[in-house]
Protein backbone atom coordinates (compact mmCIF):
# COMPACT_ATOMS: atom_id res chain seq x y z
CA UNK A 1 0.00 0.00 0.00
CA UNK A 2 1.03 3.75 -0.97
CA UNK A 3 2.07 6.08 1.37
CA UNK A 4 -0.94 8.20 2.07
CA UNK A 5 -0.94 11.49 0.79
CA UNK A 6 -0.47 14.47 3.31
CA UNK A 7 -3.42 17.48 2.70
CA UNK A 8 -2.61 20.90 3.81
CA UNK A 9 -4.32 23.67 3.62
CA UNK A 10 -5.47 26.89 5.90
CA UNK A 11 -8.22 25.88 8.81
CA UNK A 12 -8.01 22.31 8.24
CA UNK A 13 -8.83 20.17 11.16
CA UNK A 14 -7.12 16.67 11.63
CA UNK A 15 -6.99 13.67 14.03
CA UNK A 16 -3.53 13.30 14.58
CA UNK A 17 -1.37 10.42 16.16
CA UNK A 18 2.08 9.16 16.73
CA UNK A 19 2.51 5.94 18.98
CA UNK A 20 5.73 4.66 20.13
CA UNK A 21 7.86 1.47 18.38
CA UNK A 22 6.30 -2.18 19.10
CA UNK A 23 6.98 -2.85 22.76
CA UNK A 24 8.16 0.16 24.06
CA UNK A 25 6.70 3.46 25.78
CA UNK A 26 7.07 6.78 24.74
CA UNK A 27 5.96 8.08 28.16
CA UNK A 28 7.49 6.69 30.97
CA UNK A 29 5.69 8.56 34.12
CA UNK A 30 4.24 11.73 34.54
CA UNK A 31 7.47 13.99 34.06
CA UNK A 32 7.01 12.72 30.52
CA UNK A 33 4.34 13.59 29.84
CA UNK A 34 4.24 16.89 31.42
CA UNK A 35 7.39 17.86 29.49
CA UNK A 36 5.02 16.27 26.46
CA UNK A 37 2.17 18.96 27.05
CA UNK A 38 4.78 21.95 27.97
CA UNK A 39 6.48 21.11 24.76
CA UNK A 40 2.84 20.99 22.83
CA UNK A 41 1.80 24.41 24.52
CA UNK A 42 4.78 25.84 22.87
CA UNK A 43 4.42 24.67 19.19
CA UNK A 44 0.48 25.21 19.47
CA UNK A 45 1.81 29.06 20.33
CA UNK A 46 4.50 29.06 17.63
CA UNK A 47 2.41 28.01 14.90
CA UNK A 48 -1.02 29.50 15.68
CA UNK A 49 -3.11 25.94 16.18
CA UNK A 50 -6.13 25.16 17.84
CA UNK A 51 -6.14 22.00 19.70
CA UNK A 52 -9.81 20.98 20.61
CA UNK A 53 -8.79 17.97 22.14
CA UNK A 54 -6.17 15.53 22.87
CA UNK A 55 -5.17 12.54 25.15
CA UNK A 56 -1.70 10.88 26.46
CA UNK A 57 -1.09 7.42 26.81
CA UNK A 58 1.84 5.15 27.87
CA UNK A 59 3.00 4.22 24.22
CA UNK A 60 1.11 7.20 22.14
CA UNK A 61 -0.85 10.59 21.94
CA UNK A 62 -3.52 11.56 19.76
CA UNK A 63 -4.54 15.26 19.12
CA UNK A 64 -7.75 16.87 17.74
CA UNK A 65 -6.18 20.21 16.10
CA UNK A 66 -6.95 22.92 13.50
CA UNK A 67 -4.23 24.44 11.73
CA UNK A 68 -5.39 28.06 10.71
CA UNK A 69 -1.91 28.28 8.68
CA UNK A 70 -1.90 25.18 7.02
CA UNK A 71 1.55 24.05 8.64
CA UNK A 72 0.45 20.75 10.09
CA UNK A 73 3.89 19.24 9.60
CA UNK A 74 6.00 22.06 10.20
CA UNK A 75 4.82 21.70 13.54
CA UNK A 76 4.56 18.14 13.85
CA UNK A 77 7.91 17.89 13.51
CA UNK A 78 8.74 20.83 16.06
CA UNK A 79 6.77 18.61 18.48
CA UNK A 80 7.77 15.13 17.50
CA UNK A 81 11.32 16.29 17.35
CA UNK A 82 11.58 18.51 20.60
CA UNK A 83 10.42 15.81 22.79
CA UNK A 84 12.22 13.28 21.31
CA UNK A 85 15.73 15.22 22.40
CA UNK A 86 13.72 15.91 25.59
CA UNK A 87 12.81 12.20 26.27
CA UNK A 88 16.33 10.82 25.17
CA UNK A 89 18.05 13.24 27.14
CA UNK A 90 16.49 12.41 30.38
CA UNK A 91 16.56 8.55 29.79
CA UNK A 92 19.83 8.49 28.64
CA UNK A 93 18.78 7.34 25.23
CA UNK A 94 19.66 7.93 21.73
CA UNK A 95 17.89 7.50 18.38
CA UNK A 96 13.60 7.60 17.42
CA UNK A 97 11.52 7.58 20.02
CA UNK A 98 8.32 7.35 17.69
CA UNK A 99 7.75 4.66 15.24
CA UNK A 100 7.99 5.83 11.70
CA UNK A 101 5.48 9.12 10.69
CA UNK A 102 2.74 10.46 12.32
CA UNK A 103 -0.57 9.26 11.22
CA UNK A 104 -3.19 12.39 9.86
CA UNK A 105 -7.17 12.18 9.05
CA UNK A 106 -8.03 15.29 7.84
CA UNK A 107 -11.87 15.44 8.42
CA UNK A 108 -14.82 17.69 7.98
CA UNK A 109 -15.32 19.63 11.01
CA UNK A 110 -18.72 20.63 11.14
CA UNK A 111 -19.74 16.55 11.03
CA UNK A 112 -17.06 14.93 12.82
CA UNK A 113 -15.46 17.38 15.59
CA UNK A 114 -17.43 16.09 18.33
CA UNK A 115 -17.49 12.72 17.69
CA UNK A 116 -13.75 12.75 17.15
CA UNK A 117 -13.41 14.39 20.01
CA UNK A 118 -15.16 12.40 22.34
CA UNK A 119 -13.36 9.21 20.78
CA UNK A 120 -9.95 10.34 21.93
CA UNK A 121 -11.09 11.47 25.42
CA UNK A 122 -13.28 7.87 26.08
CA UNK A 123 -10.97 5.01 24.33
CA UNK A 124 -7.83 4.29 24.19
CA UNK A 125 -5.29 3.96 21.51
CA UNK A 126 -6.67 0.54 20.74
CA UNK A 127 -9.95 1.93 20.57
CA UNK A 128 -10.90 0.09 23.67
CA UNK A 129 -12.95 1.87 26.55
CA UNK A 130 -11.52 2.65 29.81
CA UNK A 131 -12.26 4.88 32.66
CA UNK A 132 -11.98 8.30 31.09
CA UNK A 133 -13.60 10.13 34.08
CA UNK A 134 -10.55 10.20 36.10
CA UNK A 135 -7.55 10.21 33.32
CA UNK A 136 -5.56 12.99 34.55
CA UNK A 137 -3.82 13.02 30.60
CA UNK A 138 -6.95 14.01 28.43
CA UNK A 139 -8.97 17.25 27.97
CA UNK A 140 -11.89 15.37 29.03
CA UNK A 141 -11.89 16.96 32.47
CA UNK A 142 -10.75 20.25 31.14
CA UNK A 143 -13.47 20.24 28.69
CA UNK A 144 -16.25 19.22 31.51
CA UNK A 145 -15.15 22.01 33.89
CA UNK A 146 -14.00 20.05 36.42
CA UNK A 147 -10.51 21.84 36.17
CA UNK A 148 -8.69 24.78 34.74
CA UNK A 149 -7.59 23.92 30.57
CA UNK A 150 -4.62 24.75 29.97
CA UNK A 151 -3.86 27.60 28.07
CA UNK A 152 -3.00 25.58 24.36
CA UNK A 153 -6.84 24.17 24.77
CA UNK A 154 -9.36 25.84 22.23
CA UNK A 155 -12.83 24.73 23.82
CA UNK A 156 -15.37 27.62 22.68
CA UNK A 157 -16.30 25.15 19.63
CA UNK A 158 -16.81 22.01 21.21
CA UNK A 159 -18.40 23.64 24.02
CA UNK A 160 -20.92 25.45 21.31
CA UNK A 161 -22.50 22.55 20.26
CA UNK A 162 -23.81 22.35 23.61
CA UNK A 163 -25.52 26.17 24.21
CA UNK A 164 -24.37 29.29 25.27
CA UNK A 165 -24.56 28.96 29.06
CA UNK A 166 -21.18 27.34 30.18
CA UNK A 167 -22.33 25.61 32.92
CA UNK A 168 -25.00 23.46 31.13
CA UNK A 169 -22.80 23.26 27.82
CA UNK A 170 -20.36 21.43 30.31
CA UNK A 171 -22.80 19.19 31.38
CA UNK A 172 -24.72 18.49 27.91
CA UNK A 173 -20.96 17.95 26.73
CA UNK A 174 -20.67 15.23 30.19
CA UNK A 175 -23.77 13.65 29.04
CA UNK A 176 -22.39 13.25 25.48
CA UNK A 177 -19.35 11.66 25.82
CA UNK A 178 -20.89 9.29 28.44
CA UNK A 179 -23.87 8.60 25.58
CA UNK A 180 -23.42 5.00 23.11
CA UNK A 181 -19.94 4.49 24.43
CA UNK A 182 -20.24 0.97 22.75
CA UNK A 183 -20.86 2.42 19.29
CA UNK A 184 -19.06 2.48 16.21
CA UNK A 185 -15.77 4.48 16.21
CA UNK A 186 -16.16 7.70 13.84
CA UNK A 187 -12.63 6.58 12.76
CA UNK A 188 -13.97 3.36 11.10
CA UNK A 189 -15.58 5.55 8.10
CA UNK A 190 -12.48 7.02 6.94
CA UNK A 191 -12.12 7.05 3.21
CA UNK A 192 -8.75 6.97 1.35
CA UNK A 193 -6.75 6.27 4.28
CA UNK A 194 -6.94 9.97 4.97
CA UNK A 195 -10.14 11.27 4.71
CA UNK A 196 -13.24 11.96 7.03
CA UNK A 197 -16.13 13.51 5.47
CA UNK A 198 -19.60 13.85 4.02
CA UNK A 199 -19.92 12.51 0.20
CA UNK A 200 -19.78 16.44 -0.82
CA UNK A 201 -16.46 17.48 1.04
CA UNK A 202 -15.13 13.70 0.19
CA UNK A 203 -15.62 15.05 -3.42
CA UNK A 204 -14.08 18.17 -2.80
CA UNK A 205 -10.58 16.19 -1.95
CA UNK A 206 -10.61 14.12 -4.60
CA UNK A 207 -8.54 16.62 -7.13
CA UNK A 208 -6.02 16.81 -4.36
CA UNK A 209 -6.08 13.28 -4.01
CA UNK A 210 -5.61 12.82 -7.62
CA UNK A 211 -2.28 14.81 -7.45
CA UNK A 212 -3.91 18.56 -8.24
CA UNK A 213 -2.43 21.24 -6.50
CA UNK A 214 -5.42 22.75 -3.77
CA UNK A 215 -6.01 26.11 -5.56
CA UNK A 216 -8.30 27.25 -2.77
CA UNK A 217 -7.69 27.78 0.43
CA UNK A 218 -9.95 25.57 1.98
CA UNK A 219 -13.14 24.09 1.18
CA UNK A 220 -16.45 26.13 0.23
CA UNK A 221 -18.00 27.83 3.27
CA UNK A 222 -21.55 29.34 3.04
CA UNK A 223 -21.46 32.83 1.07
CA UNK A 224 -24.24 34.19 2.69
CA UNK A 225 -23.32 35.50 6.04
CA UNK A 226 -22.99 39.06 7.32
CA UNK A 227 -19.35 40.82 6.75
CA UNK A 228 -17.06 41.13 9.27
CA UNK A 229 -17.25 44.83 8.41
CA UNK A 230 -20.82 44.63 9.18
CA UNK A 231 -20.16 43.29 12.72
CA UNK A 232 -17.68 45.18 13.77
CA UNK A 233 -19.11 48.29 12.14
CA UNK A 234 -18.04 51.29 14.28
CA UNK A 235 -16.44 48.98 17.24
CA UNK A 236 -14.42 51.44 18.10
CA UNK A 237 -17.12 53.16 19.66
CA UNK A 238 -18.26 50.00 21.75
CA UNK A 239 -16.98 48.82 25.42
CA UNK A 240 -14.97 46.14 25.41
CA UNK A 241 -17.79 43.62 26.52
CA UNK A 242 -19.80 44.86 23.57
CA UNK A 243 -16.93 43.56 21.55
CA UNK A 244 -16.33 40.93 22.90
CA UNK A 245 -20.13 39.89 22.29
CA UNK A 246 -19.30 40.50 18.59
CA UNK A 247 -16.07 38.38 18.63
CA UNK A 248 -18.16 35.45 19.99
CA UNK A 249 -20.64 36.05 17.66
CA UNK A 250 -18.41 36.18 14.69
CA UNK A 251 -16.79 33.20 15.60
CA UNK A 252 -19.88 31.16 16.71
CA UNK A 253 -23.16 31.84 15.08
CA UNK A 254 -21.23 33.02 11.45
CA UNK A 255 -18.13 30.85 11.75
CA UNK A 256 -15.36 33.09 10.94
CA UNK A 257 -11.99 31.95 12.21
CA UNK A 258 -9.95 33.10 14.90
CA UNK A 259 -7.57 34.72 12.50
CA UNK A 260 -9.80 36.65 10.23
CA UNK A 261 -11.89 38.13 13.22
CA UNK A 262 -8.25 39.37 14.20
CA UNK A 263 -6.94 40.78 11.33
CA UNK A 264 -10.25 42.28 11.04
CA UNK A 265 -10.07 44.01 14.53
CA UNK A 266 -6.04 44.67 14.79
CA UNK A 267 -5.90 41.59 17.50
CA UNK A 268 -3.13 38.66 17.48
CA UNK A 269 -5.47 35.47 17.14
CA UNK A 270 -4.18 34.13 20.78
CA UNK A 271 -6.21 37.19 21.90
CA UNK A 272 -9.50 36.47 20.07
CA UNK A 273 -8.91 32.82 21.56
CA UNK A 274 -8.89 33.76 24.81
CA UNK A 275 -11.93 36.10 24.58
CA UNK A 276 -13.85 33.42 22.69
CA UNK A 277 -12.64 30.66 25.90
CA UNK A 278 -13.64 33.64 28.57
Known amino acids: ?32 KKSFLNVLSNVVARFGWLV ?44 SVFQGRFKSILFEKKSFLLPLCKHVVSRDSDGKKFKYKGYKWSS ?19 LAFFGKEKTQSHKRYIE ?23 PRFLNEMQPILQGQRLE ?13 GALFKKVETKSRHERNLLINRAH ?16 HYTTVSKVINK
Open 140 to 158: YRATAGEKTPPEFLHLADV
Open 52 to 95: HSYSIMNGSYRIILEVPKGNLSRGMRQLNGVYTQIYNKRHDLSG
Open 176 to 198: YVSESLGGESPLAKIKNQVLLGS
Open 252 to 267: LEYGYTLMEIGDQLGL
Open 1 to 32: MSRPLRIEFPGATYHVESKAGTGNEVFRDKDD
Open 216 to 228: KKAPKRVTRRKSL
